[in-house]
Each structure stands twice: as C-alpha cells, then as structure tokens.
C-alpha cells in the first residue's frame, strides 16, 4: 500500500494547506466584516450604485 | 465603485489559473470512473481474473488523479467571497443551492463509493463491489452537473427574480434553471470532454506498453474498449457542441461573434475553418479582419440555428442593433443599439440606489409610492442592469483572438480525434497496432493534445463571455471587492507553487505506477 500512503500524504498537505494556510490568512469573505444582512446588503448597492 | 483594472485583472488571472488547473484533474476523473466501471462489469459477467486485474490497475490510476485533484475546486469558492464578493451576493441562493447539492449530495457519495471500490475488494460481495464502482462514476458526473448548473446560469441568467430590498437574485423556478438548455448542452459537452481525455489517456498508456513489448493482452484489450468509448464521446461532443452554438447563439451571441471573428453577419454565413486574424481590425475602423482565411460556405449559420439562411449577427451587428432575432423564449426581438442597453442599464441603476436611499425611511405614503415606482422601472429594465457598467461599446466585445483561435484548436482537436480513435480501433481490430511504431508515439503524443482540446473549450466559454461574469447583468469590474491587488497577487503566486507541486507530485506517482504496469498491482 505504498502509493496508498503517498496519496494519503498528499491529501493531507493538500488540506492544511487550503483550510489551514489559504482560509485562514488569505481568503477572508470580504463581506464578514458586516454583522447582518443588511449591511451587507447596504454594502454591495452602495457599491453597485456609485 | 468601479475598481482599478489592475486589481480586476489580477483577480481574473487568479481565477483563470485557479479554474484551469482544477479542470486538468477533473476530466479523466470524469470518463475513466465510466470505463473503469465498464471493465468492472466485464469482470463481473465474464468471472474473469483477467478483467479484475485491469479493473484493478485503472482503478490505481483513477485514485491517483482523483487524490491530486480533489478539493482543488474549493479554492474557486474561497475566490468567490473574497474577491468577488459582490458579485456573490448579488448571484444570492442560484450558486448556493447546486454547490451544496454538489457538496453534500455528488461529493459524498463519490467518495463514500470510491473508498468501496478502492478499499472493498475481497471485503464486500462483487456485486456491490461492482455497484460502488458505477455509483463513484456516477457520482463524480453528478458532481459536474451541479457545478455546471452554477456556472450555465451566469451564462444564461434565468428562473430568478432580482429581489433590490437584499439587492439579491432570488430563485423563482428551480427547475428552470436546473434544465435550462446551456446547462444541459454544457453538462452534456463537459462531461463527453472527460470521456475522451479518459480514452486517450488509455490507449497512450497501453500504446507506451507495447512500445515497450509487455502486457500485450492487456494492453490491447483496453485500448479495444478505450477506442470504442472515446469513438462515442466523440460523437456526442459533436452533437453537444452543436447544440452549445446554438444556445450560445441565443443567449450570448458576442461570444459566437467573437469565436468566429465575425464583425458583419450576413444570412447564410460561412464558417472560418481556418483563418489568420488581422491583429490591426478593431471594433471601430474598417481593417479586414483577416490576414487569411478558409471558409465553408453557410455553415456558421446551420452551426448557430440548424438553419444554413439564417442570419448570424456580427459584433458590429450586435453593437448597432437594428436587426431582428428570436430570444431564448423564441419571441421574435428587435435587437437593441449597445447605447440603449447602456440607457436602460442606467435607469435600473439609478432605480436601484433610489430603493436603497428610501428602504430605511419610516413607513409612509411617499415610501411605498417612491418603492413600487423604483421597483416598476426596476423590472423593466434590470435585463440590462449590467450596462450601466461599461462606458463604451468596445467594453462589451470580449478578446477576440483568444476566443478565435481557443474555439479552432477545440474544433481542430476534435476533428484530429476522430482520426486518431479510428485508426486506433482499426489498427487494433486488425491486430497491427503494436507493428505501427509511428502510431504508439503519435498516440502518446495525443495525451497533452487532449488536455489542450478541453482546456481549450474552457478558455471559449469563459473569455468568450467577457465583460460578464452574469450575462447582461454584472460585468467583472462590478463584480470584484476592495481588496488590494497586492494580495491578490501574494495568493496568485501560492497557488502556481501548491498547484504546480501538486501536478508534479501526480505525475511522478502516475509514472511510478504505469512503470510497474498491472501485474505490480497488488491488492489487499
Ligand atoms: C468538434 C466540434 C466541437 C464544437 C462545435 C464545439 C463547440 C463548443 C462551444 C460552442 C463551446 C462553448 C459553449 C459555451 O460557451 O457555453 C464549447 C465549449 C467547450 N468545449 Fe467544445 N466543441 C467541439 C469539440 C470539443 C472537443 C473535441 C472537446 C474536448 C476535449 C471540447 C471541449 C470543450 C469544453 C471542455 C468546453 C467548455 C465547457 C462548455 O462550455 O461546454 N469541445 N465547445
């Protein structure tokens, strides 16, 4: 089962690098930062109307 | 706001090559989950170790590709919330709801089966064995179906009704959307891409075997099976390519304008079967638009409307108005000048922040009638919301000689595979394909080739598109957020490294296991 092994690796890497590394620090919903709905709502028709 | 091109530039490129490279793993997850069950079932019917042991080998090759590529789509859906996260929520529950069908549903069920068919063999009874194996091709497929619902809905916006209190599109008709003919035709397509990368990828491997003078019989058995697949996939990409002009042709006729470099259409327009463009034409002079170019005569417009005398609007057409047309509910249209749409685009706009300022105000007369006013120009003109965007004709024509020449290598690729499949099956039949060495190094040579085609198709769909990234209604410079170009780029920049490891890693694995071919195979 060595090629099982290595793909369990990679599988693995692959994970912490996308949830762990790329979620955490780089790809924050640029939206999170409002608390409801409509904020966000607000957010994106202010910017849809400017 | 309308952001700085750079960071929408930077943006796309990211998404480009995210988009890209996932599509390099999906493919052949997509068709060799099929063959394999297709050998399975031989194995199944025929009690034959033989069929076990190829069941087996391509299986290895499957879980390779599948390890390397899964979850590298998520990333896609991080793009959505942090760098286009207007237009993700302006796209409300429509992405949601088949994305989480995909996830919980497909997704679950590939993996549940696959770990059956990879883990089970000896522990379960060959029958469910042999069902897991299918339900895995299946469920990678169904996979596919939700995720090109998402993706043939921003092509062809429908079954929504734009709701401007939570400035949201909100579902109407689910069915609409989920049958609508650009998804089927691009599922259909899609899905036949993968069947044929499936089957190249196949032969070549055998076709590198017999280079090598071993497993003969093995090899020789699967590309038997391999060519006659990849000889149906073929088939049916004509047929749902054909019907993928014709729902282009309908619903985004710029793209079709722009695949075949056609500035002025004409009824019974020929089709450019090759052709050299003219880097000097632009939308606004008069330059011929090729260099060079070899037409068959009326075929563009039996292509588009099954119809060799119809008319097939150019860019200049569809940026002039004035001609007639029947929209994707086949009600016969007066095309729009590109200044009216923008007129239209604007007064949706404009009715569109007016509900925004008086939404909040306290309930009153002059609330509800400054609201149902807002709303009634809203829904007159919201078709063309996304005009407001662009400020001059040329915006809404996408890069023309990506499109042209990603569109002739789709459909010259395809014209080489029918080729190859039937000198592979011929040669096979006649049982001289491992005499003809020529034939073993063109077919390995086919296996980057294939990849080409269907990245090559992606890049037509997806360029041929622009400015939008939701037809008529946002285009990408309102689609993208306020983050700095500068992260976008640190982000671009991690995914060529994880991505291009990840590919090398797949590659070196792959190679690892071909090198000890079937018989090195062993299970537990
Ligand atoms: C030979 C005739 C072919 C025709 C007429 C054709 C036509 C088309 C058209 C019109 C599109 C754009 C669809 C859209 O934007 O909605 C497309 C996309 C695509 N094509 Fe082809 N195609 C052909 C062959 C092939 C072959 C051989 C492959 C395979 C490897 C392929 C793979 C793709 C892919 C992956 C896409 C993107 C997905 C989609 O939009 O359906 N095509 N094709």
Redesign the pocket.
């Known amino acids: 089962m060595e090629v099982g092994r290595s793909l369990w690796i990679l599988i693995i890497i692959k994970l912490i690098v996308i949830f762990l590394i790329l979620r955490l620090f780089f790809f924050k919903p640029e939206l999170g930062k409002y608390k409801t709905d409509r904020d966000k709502a607000d957010h994106v028709i202010e910017n849809l109307t400017k | 706001m309308l952001l700085t091109s750079s960071l929408v530039d930077a943006s796309r490129l990211q998404f480009a090559l995210t988009a890209m490279y996932h599509w390099l793993f999906v493919p052949l997850t997509l068709g060799l989950g099929v063959l394999i069950a297709i050998f399975e079932t031989k194995y199944y019917l025929s009690k034959d170790e033989f069929w076990k042991k190829t069941t087996q080998f391509w299986s290895r090759i499957f879980a390779i590709n599948f390890a390397c590529g899964v979850a590298t789509g998520i990333i896609l859906e991080f793009e959505f919330g942090t760098n286009w996260s207007n237009y993700s929520w302006f796209v409300g529950d429509i992405f949601g709801a088949p994305l989480a069908i995909e996830g919980i549903f497909a997704f679950f069920m590939e993996t549940t089966f696959f770990a059956v068919m990879y883990f089970g063999w000896n522990r379960v009874s060959k029958g469910f064995h042999l069902a897991s194996t299918w339900l895995t091709a299946i469920g990678a497929n169904l996979s596919a179906f939700w995720i090109l619902t998402a993706n043939g809905w921003m092509?062809d916006p429908r079954g929504v009704a734009f709701n401007p209190m939570t400035a949201r599109n909100e579902m109407t008709d689910f069915w609409d959307i989920v049958f609508s003919p650009?998804t089927i035709?691009?599922f259909g397509?899609?899905v036949f891409?993968g069947f044929?990368?499936a089957a190249v990828v196949v032969i070549a491997i055998c076709c590198w075997y017999l280079l090598k003078k071993r497993d003969r019989e093995f090899s020789l058995k699967s590309i038997k099976y391999a060519s006659v697949f990849g000889l149906f996939a073929?088939a049916m990409?004509?047929v749902t390519?054909?019907t993928?002009?014709q729902?282009?042709s309908k619903t985004?006729p710029m793209?079709l304008a722009a695949?075949e470099g056609l500035y002025r259409g004409q009824n019974g327009t020929p089709f450019v079967a090759f052709g050299i463009l003219n880097s000097k034409k632009e939308v606004d002079n008069d330059e011929d638009p090729f260099l060079f170019k070899i037409e068959v005569p009326k075929v563009l417009s039996f292509?588009a409307f099954s119809d060799f005398n119809s008319f097939v609007p150019g860019i200049n057409d569809i940026i002039d108005g004035g001609y007639t047309y029947k929209d994707k509910n086949g009600e016969e249209k007066l095309a729009l000048p590109f200044n009216e749409k923008v007129r239209k685009g604007e007064i949706a706009k404009r009715a569109l922040a007016v509900y925004g300022q008086f939404k909040d105000k306290p309930a009153g007369a002059q609330k509800d009638t400054v609201l149902m006013q807002a709303q009634s120009y809203l829904d007159e003109n919201f078709d063309y919301f996304g005009y407001s965007f662009l400020k001059s004709p040329k915006e809404s024509v996408p890069n023309v000689p990506v499109t042209f020449y990603s569109?002739h290598i789709?459909?010259m690729?395809?014209?080489y595979?029918i080729l190859f499949l039937l000198i592979a099956f011929w040669l096979n039949r006649k049982k001289i394909i491992e005499k003809k060495r020529w034939f073993l190094f063109i077919a390995i040579i086919s296996v980057p080739l294939?990849y080409i085609?269907?990245e090559?198709?992606?890049v037509?769909?997806e360029v041929?598109?622009q400015p939008w990234t939701i037809q008529d209604l946002l285009p990408v410079n309102a689609s993208v957020s306020g983050v700095s170009s500068g992260n976008v780029y640190t982000t671009f920049i991690i995914f060529v490294v994880l991505f291009t490891t990840l590919l090398i890693a797949e590659l070196m694995i792959l190679f690892r296991q071909i090198g000890k071919g079937p018989d090195g195979i062993k299970w537990n």
Do not use: E, N, P
């Open positions: 092509q650009t035709s691009k397509h899609s891409s044929l990368v073929i990409l004509m390519g054909h993928s002009a729902t282009v985004q793209k695949m292509l569109f789709m459909v690729l395809g014209g595979f294939v085609c269907a090559a198709g992606w037509v769909a041929g598109r």
